[in-house]
Nanobody, 115 residues
Framework: QVQVWESGGGLVQAGGSLRLSCAASGSIFSIKATAWYRQPPGKQRELVAAVSNDGSTSYVDSVKGRFTISRDNAGNTVYLQMNSLKPEDTAVYYC?????????WGQGTQVTVSS
């Protein structure tokens, strides 16, 4: 079983930057991929970015060129570097890890971008 928790959210002005962290514990050797999702107020949760064990990454079009997902060498922390933030990036950001048995979600961290 994998436990996941996020940190790094906060309030930032438009054009600013934040770095979110997703830490995992437990059976981290079993993780195949990690993804960041976000849920804006009143909207559905959407996939933002993902990184797999082979290092390949993917991004939703709206964040390409602004957000970067990466992992530390130990493989138990995944980061989401968010630059050039926009008010529409305001959301609760969630981390999700995936292995052969299912997935684990964190509790979320709030990101608020003021105009």
């Amino acid at each position: 079983q994998v436990q996941v928790w996020e940190s790094g959210g906060g309030l930032v002005q438009a054009g600013g930057s934040l770095r979110l962290s997703c830490a995992a514990s437990g059976s981290i050797f079993s993780i195949k991929a990690t993804a960041w999702y976000r849920q804006p107020p009143g909207k559905q949760r959407e996939l933002v970015a993902a990184v797999s064990n082979d290092g390949s990454t993917s991004y939703v079009d709206s964040v390409k060129g602004r957000f970067t997902i990466s992992r530390d060498n130990a493989g138990n922390t995944v980061y989401l570097q968010m630059n050039s933030l926009k008010p529409e990036d305001t959301a609760v950001y969630y981390c999700k890890t995936m292995n052969a048995y299912g997935s684990s979600w964190g509790q979320g961290t709030q990101v608020t971008v003021s105009s």
